[in-house]
């Protein structure tokens, strides 16, 4: 994969593609919720004979982490509510040999980290038991995971984390433009790195050039719509994918890529990974561009309000 860079206006540069881990081990701290979230991803793989996307997550997801490091991903995405997700990230990375400085680690917090019981009630709390379970002194990027409770205020604390050299950059996820019209009131720091749900039939375009007017890099999680039904289905993207002899998430990512977005890919499989990077062999013409603008329905695959489970695993 050829390690391109966007640029942050912090000065840092944010491989152009990364790789997210999602939630690992969900309710792990809860035995009963625990085992009840998993019958029925054990049922559908001894129904299949394949084992399920969730309990291979939880198993191996170390081993893809392994996989992308190998395919030369160097951006990492995680999250305090993303169970084990920052403890597997950070004993990879050690494993690996690979020096620390050539890796973009992304993190988040929220109101929830802070205010749960189990959980430090500061900012700088959270972010240092991130730190500790990454096993780095920084994170290159420290995001506000939602808008929500106290998040202003949040916003302002990691603000001077930032200052301190703690996070390389700062930003936000799940904003729309009216948060950062109330954010600018209080905030020192505009936010350089705004991540949300983004791909072609939720482009979000609005919000993406308010982002570009003001320098901030946007990262896509959920960048292929999961390749659900609609997307493969999806007429103009089945063409444009024939015409370029590419596959449908291959036009995806550069879709992203042409329009300054950066995508967290999250995939078990290490062919998908390489399909991934392989997109910097063609390009796309403005009226394809328009033409996968065009598939815009606002469908949205991750709706939340903010509310995260009281069950997620925080502490381990």
């Known amino acids: 994969m050829e390690n391109l860079k966007v640029n942050l206006r912090s000065g840092e540069k944010i491989p ?7 939630v690992v081990r969900l309710y792990s701290r809860n035995p009963y919720l625990f085992l009840k979230t998993r019958i029925r991803p054990l049922l559908s793989s001894i129904k299949h004979w394949r084992l399920d996307y969730i309990l ?3 198993l191996y997801m170390e081993r893809f982490i392994y996989q992308a490091l190998e395919e030369n991903y160097r951006l990492f995405d995680t999250g305090r509510i993303y169970g084990y997700s920052e403890k597997m990230i950070g004993c990879v990375i050690r494993a690996s040999g690979i020096t620390r400085e050539e890796f973009f680690l992304v993190t988040k917090i929220s109101d929830m980290d802070i205010t749960r019981a189990s959980s430090p009630n500061d900012v700088r ?12 002194s920084y994170v290159d990027a420290y995001l506000l995971h939602w808008p929500h409770g106290e ?9 001077q984390l930032y200052d301190e050299g703690l996070a390389r950059a700062i930003g936000v996820c799940n904003f729309t433009i009216e948060h950062f019209a109330q954010l600018e009131q209080y905030a020192r720091i505009t936010p350089m790195i705004c991540q ?9 375009r609005e919000i993406r050039e308010y982002c570009r007017e003001h320098g901030i890099v946007v990262m896509a999680h959920t960048p292929t719509g999961r390749m659900y039904e609609k997307i493969r289905q999806n007429r103009v993207l089945q063409e444009i994918a024939h015409r370029h002899e590419k596959t449908i998430p291959q036009i995806i990512i550069r879709w992203h890529y042409q329009n300054d977005v950066v995508p967290v890919v999250a995939t078990q499989s290490s062919i998908h990974m390489q399909e991934n990077a392989d997109i910097f062999d063609f390009s796309l013409s403005e ?3 328009q033409q996968i ?3 815009d329905e606002g469908y949205v695959i991750l709706p939340g309000n903010g509310i995260d489970n009281p069950n997620y695993i925080y502490n381990l």
């Open 125 to 136: 709390g959270n972010l240092e038991d991130s730190l500790r379970y990454l096993g780095t």
């Open 287 to 289: 009226t394809e561009m």
């Open 16 to 22: 152009a593609l990364g790789f997210g881990t999602g």
């Open 293 to 295: 603008e065009d598939q």
């Open 56 to 58: 291979k997550s939880d």
């Open 196 to 204: 949300l749900e983004l791909h072609p039939l939720n482009s979000k």
């Open 151 to 159: 998040w202003i205020d949040i916003y302002r604390q990691m603000e």
